[in-house]
């Protein structure tokens, strides 16, 4: 990739003199440095504070310590390294960053003084306007952001930053061969907008005098702005975005049912743990219900038949959820959806004692179905106490629709589902929090609030991932499970569970129902028929899309992704010959983007990445030493805690693969850990 | 950091009446401040052709936008301006890698105060190359007193207030209050040098 990149690194070194002057003044100094941003990302650490060592001689000895933290501006993320910092014996804290940094730190330290040790500069020519490196990416163009933008009249050229004089209505007349007057080494912006003009047949002629309005907008107006925009970013929980919801698409419409499939492919895994045992025989009838799977130890869970039919393999085959072939019940439709006697409504549920209530559960094969599937039984048996449930109606992904029409169509069996679980967990306190982009659930929700006056239903500001346990459990409670992949929220207390689980339940505990079919939102571009619906599991992708798509479905994977889940966390799949599982939470079909993630852009340390990730992680490191093949490192940047939402590759600037580093990166972790 | 606004319809309608439009749509900052309804509601207004439309973030990114132009390239040669709506970089950047185009912008850049490091934050850096945290309790007085004093309050303000914008603290009386807070008060009589304001850009 061509270099074409700049520094725009904002800070200095103070002059020499300067900073024996400031370690005059100190006896013990801690030294902070940021590791600077905007700056084609190659190297971990600058050598800044070696520097700074040698410049000091002999007041080196005055050094009390030394701590790097990168983008020191992030006050959240900084402020809990620095608090978590042994100063030991030092009376003064030195800085090495821009302004910000220094101002914050200080900020922090009411009683210790804080002395700031490089110079902050600007960029562009004609400081000290607000000019130069506000985009994102390190490029030459800058702009003042004047609010009246020029550019249309210039040939894309910005007169006020590029013209040494800042002029809006033709050149000066004193550049000579096309070298401004003032510095002779930089082109003559003029110049360049009558030859670009040229280029693109324009002619430098506006008609009329431009004056500028040096006035507006007004201080309090973009004070305004960047408050709004702090308050909204920061809000709930540190990180996350807000995508475009395209929700839309399918938001009216109503679940529909889904016509079985001829031939239905259940897997055996459709959960964390281990594999479901085949209890049936090729061959042998099967009916709808019946239980085909045993669950295999603790960790494990069962699995059902979804139409009645023959069984005529149990064969590997291409699995939606990972990139592999796993073992499949293939079950041919005889087309007469004969129910299997053990599906029986179920009276008196509502007194079963809390072990009967797991049992069920753990025999209808439950379970989770926001799309983590781990076992439903194993989650609600925890080891310490939990004085809350949280109800996950978030759904945050774009285009997904699944539990916003199942709080709307099926509100009641839902909150009965919700009282199902409170007795398991014996909690009373339970909070809903669905996203305020799904009103019309929220007013069904509220319409029973005086029958399950238990349930509090909270609205909650559209985010992604805000249907991430963790991002729900600070939301809401405002508490802290501690780091993955030891930390549950059970230790603080929390039980988390999707609304499409809850439904599940209530089908399981009241009609008896097993987990034999889920609710799916098929959804994305070019489909003739999006819509949710009710699919038996088993139901191979490739009847969804041709119906979907009222089409036939050869090419489709040349011209678009299909997803399994939403948009952002879905995963693509090779090919359309695997099936619906247990957590397939839709299917979302995208034109293929034009220019995708690559390994080979250069990170520019914008740091958006570490902005979004609600897991407090700095995901740079991991573009970086994955690019630099030095898979262990990344540890010492916590990344086994990721959860891999993606908030990171979606933000990056550079459309660098950070997923895919990350993924090498936890196994690589995952392997070490073994031996 | 920076904020965009849409530009009156009024004053793009000139530049492309009547003419083939592609149209490029930055989305890198919306997260922050594009506002992306006004920007839907004007390109759905006009009686234009658009022969093609990208989506894209980070337009500022020159590799990254560049492999755009290439992926829409039929489209592009096929229109005959290119609209596009991102911050004043974006539109530079674009009209720099189709010099020969006519590419006009759609939007208006204004600046964000507080928003030059990373993040959304309560501090505000001017960038002034000659940093005078050290003597001012590390509270910044050319990025936050009206009158960019170095040298002491002006004496206007009341209780504790600025007298250009009452809503504002007097940043002088938070850099007392600090340095009496460190016992640090003698360096309120520090006479500083004559600021050096072409001390700066780093070009």
Redesign the interface.
Known sequence: ??T?LRDYT?F?P?PAEEIGE?FRRANRMFVLSCGK?YKVFEQEDEGQYEQLLETLGDDASKVAGHKRVD?L????LSGKKISGLDLGDSDSIGVMS??????????LF???????L????????N??S?VG?????L?D?????????Y??LT????PITNCAKGLLNGPCGGATAGKCEVNSDVDCAWVRIHD?LT????LLSFGYVHTRDYSR?S?K???N??LQ??ES??EGFYGG??P?EKKEVTADRRIEQFAEPQTAVIFLCQHIGKRARPIVEPGEMVKVGQKIGEADGFVSAAIHSSISGKMIAVEDRPYPAAPRKELAVVIENDGKAEMHPSVQPRTGYEALPKEALLEIIKESGIVGLGGAMFPTHVKFSPPKPVDTLLVNGCECEPYLNTDNRLMIEHTEEILAGIGIVQRILSVDRVLMGVEENKPEAIAALSRFSDKYPSVQVVSLKTKYPQGAERSLIKRLLDRDVPPPPKGLPFDVGVMVSNVGTLFAIYQAVAKGVPMFQRVITVSGEGLSRPGNYLVKIGTPIRDIMRHCLAKDVEGLLEEYDVKMGGAIMGIPQANLDSAVIKGTTGLTVLRRH??GVSEE?DC?K???C??VCPMHLYPLFYGLYGKQGDLGKALEHRVEECVECGCCEY?C???IALLSFIRQEKAYARSADKG | ???V?I?AKEE?LP?ISSKRLFIFEC???R???YP?EEAQELIGSLDEEIVGK?T???L?????SR??IK??APEIDEAQVILVFS??????????LL???????G?????????????????????????Y??YT????PV?LCSKNLLNGPCGGSQNGKCEVDPDMPCVWQQIYD?LA??G?LETMERLGAPKR?N?????
């Open positions: 990739m061509e074409h904002k200095r103070k400031v941003c983008f501006c992030n006050e959240f821009c302004g910000l940094g220094v101002q914050f730190v200080a900020g009411e009683q210790t003084p804080v002395y700031a490089s110079d902050s500069v600007a960029h562009g020519l400081y000290p607000e490196y506000h985009g994102i990416s490029e163009d800058s702009c003042a952001a004047c609010s009246q933008c550019l249309n040939g894309g050229i910005c670009r280029k693109r047949g324009e907008p201080w107006t973009q004070n702005l960047s925009n702090r970013r920061g975005f807000h475009l034009p220019v852009r520019i914008c740091g958006r570490v902005e933000i600037a550079s459309k | 950091m920076l904020a606004q530009k793009i530049l989305l890198g900052c997260d922050v401040h992306v990208a894209l973030d980070y500022c990114h020159r590799d990254y492999e755009y992926a829409y911050c004043g970089v974006g539109a530079q950047v674009l009209s720099s010099e020969d185009r006519k590419v006009y912008t939007c208006d850049t204004l600046y964000l105060s507080g928003f030059q490091g990373l993040t959304a934050k309560e501090y505000n850096c001017g960038q002034c190359g000659e940093c945290l050290n309790g590390g509270l910044c990025a600090r807070r460190l640090q304001w001390a700066s850009p780093l070009q």
